[in-house]
């Protein structure tokens, strides 16, 4: 059910929560293509199958065609969707690209399974925080309806036509001006040079954070390795569970104030390079539609080249990161207080991962412009 133009409904999903619903959410994504076309008799064309090369290349031409104003993002909420790189970076990127865009409302979430605190707005995990600002819509308890049923096709029927009320309100929408930083409350908004020179100001201070969150994981690294040979001297001695447990409490206390660091590097570095996707998506784009020449052309070269400078470093850093999250499996069964602490630390490291897929997309695009 595709063609090349028209409007688009990208579905992101776990493969698995669908296996789980026997299809349910596939079949769902069907139902409400069918309704909308026979709302509107036009095909809204369903993209599902991320493994299919069509979902991938149409994504890309979308997005970097300004995602034309009918291209809708509806992905199906889960407590595994959170777990999913691959859908956290679809939620990221999508939603940076829309933003820029003035769209926000082309990302319509779908609540499956209700994820506990979903509803709060001022959630440390930056995707979560994404979802839960939308107004998403709930199917928590319309996917234990049969789908043949009445409750279930009226369902089905306003979730069609808030999608034609959305395609409709965004066909003209005008893109909001490129902004960096907060409302500064000056009358004049800033040029081309001044985007770019801020925005290169604001990446050494992410490089900054990235080299203290390093040597944060460092330093707990070096406590995990050190209270591995205490428990390796303790279990010489015969001491036994006893002296493994003191070992794990004694880690526990000693990383405590580490881990809190990472977590607040982590929120700090994700937070801000979601704040400022928009805007730099923003400055990427009006480069490729001006092409400017002279000073700013020279500019934009510079800034393109940090940003990959910067984007090529943070790939580096990654392969650390992995090491660091094998390094919490080998703690998964250790004592229940190490519990929190892992808690904090995965979600550390998630919003490390969650800021480079924001860096990758901006580098994606720079090579499409200067290609």
Not at 142 to 167: C, G, M, T
Not at 192 to 204: R, S
């Amino acid at each position: 059910m595709t063609n090349d133009s028209g409007a688009a409904g990208f579905w992101s999903y776990t493969h698995r929560d669908d296996e789980i619903e026997e299809g349910r959410i596939r079949r769902l994504a069907e139902k409400i293509a069918n309704e909308f076309e026979a709302i509107t008799a036009e095909e809204l064309n369903v993209f599902l199958d991320k493994n299919d090369i069509k979902w991938g290349d149409e994504w890309r031409n979308r997005i970097d065609n300004a995602l034309t104003g009918s291209t809708l993002f509806i992905p199906v909420i889960t407590p595994r969707f959170f777990k999913s790189d691959e859908c956290r970076r679809e939620v990221l990127t999508f939603s940076g690209h829309a933003a820029s865009l003035g769209l926000d409302e082309l990302l319509l979430p779908i609540l499956y399974i209700n994820v506990p605190g979903i509803e709060k707005g001022d959630h440390s995990d930056d995707v979560m925080a994404l979802i839960s600002k939308r107004q998403y819509v709930d199917w928590t308890q319309l996917r234990l309806e049969d789908e043949s049923s009445p409750k279930y096709r009226q369902a089905v029927n306003r979730l069609a036509v808030r999608l034609v009320e959305i395609l409709e309100r965004t066909a003209e929408a005008d893109p909001p001006p490129i902004t960096l930083i907060e409302d500064t409350g000056l009358d004049d908004d800033p040029g081309m040079l001044e985007m770019m020179a801020d925005a290169e100001a604001a990446l050494p201070r992410w490089s900054e954070t990235m080299t203290e969150f390093a040597q944060t994981i460092a330093i707990i690294g070096e406590a995990v390795r050190e209270s591995t040979e205490e428990m390796a001297l303790s279990d010489a001695r015969g001491a036994g569970f006893a002296g493994r447990l003191r070992a794990t409490h004694q880690l526990a206390e000693r990383i405590k104030p580490s881990v809190e660091r990472l977590s607040e590097l982590g929120e700090q570095y994700s937070a801000e390079l979601v704040k400022v996707d928009p805007g730099i998506l923003g400055i990427i784009r009006q480069v490729e539609s001006e092409r400017p020449e002279g000073e700013e052309a020279s500019q934009a070269q510079e800034f393109f080249e940090t940003v990959r400078d910067f984007s090529q470093s943070g790939r580096k850093n990654m392969e650390e990161y992995q090491k660091f999250s094998d390094t919490l499996q080998g703690l998964s069964g250790m004592s229940r207080s190490m519990r929190p602490l892992m808690g904090k630390m995965r979600g550390a490291a998630q919003q490390v991962v969650d800021g480079q897929a924001v860096i990758d997309e901006w580098e994606r695009r720079i090579d499409e412009v200067t290609s």
